[in-house]
């Protein structure tokens, strides 16, 4: 992209002490595809376009945006379509379990006391 001023608008940048010059080694900013997880549950979203330097990559990342697809299908954790094992009676949670659902309850126990 290329900025081109009018004679008065450079006469005005040099009395402030403002250049303009073209910069040959100046190369346009990198951009990335990234991905995302849509409102589905199968759904990804591909972002193309955005920015690739170090801080909006941070900033993506943090945000859950990953740089391949695969990796937020490693993400999804498959439910076992085997229903069996333990419920909780008070939440009706189903842990596989009997230790678990032990350990579940005692969580039961610490929040009927925090709210005495």
Not at 16 to 24: A, C, N, Q, V
Not at 48 to 54: K, R, T
Not at 68 to 95: A, Y
């Amino acid at each position: 992209m290329t900025i081109t001023l009018t004679r008065e608008q450079k006469v005005e940048l040099d009395k402030k002490g403002y250049s303009i010059e073209p910069l040959p080694e100046l190369t346009a900013q990198s951009k990335i595809t990234m991905y995302r997880r849509g409102e589905l549950p199968d759904e990804i979203i591909e972002m193309s376009n955005l920015p690739s330097d170090p801080m909006s990559l941070r900033s993506y990342l943090s945000r859950g945006f990953t740089i391949r697809p695969k990796d937020l299908t490693l993400r999804v954790k498959q439910h076992p379509e085997n229903k069996e094992g333990f419920t909780c009676e008070t939440c009706g949670k189903l842990l596989q379990t009997k230790l678990a659902l032990a350990g579940h309850l005692r969580s039961h126990q610490k929040t009927n006391k925090k709210e005495k």
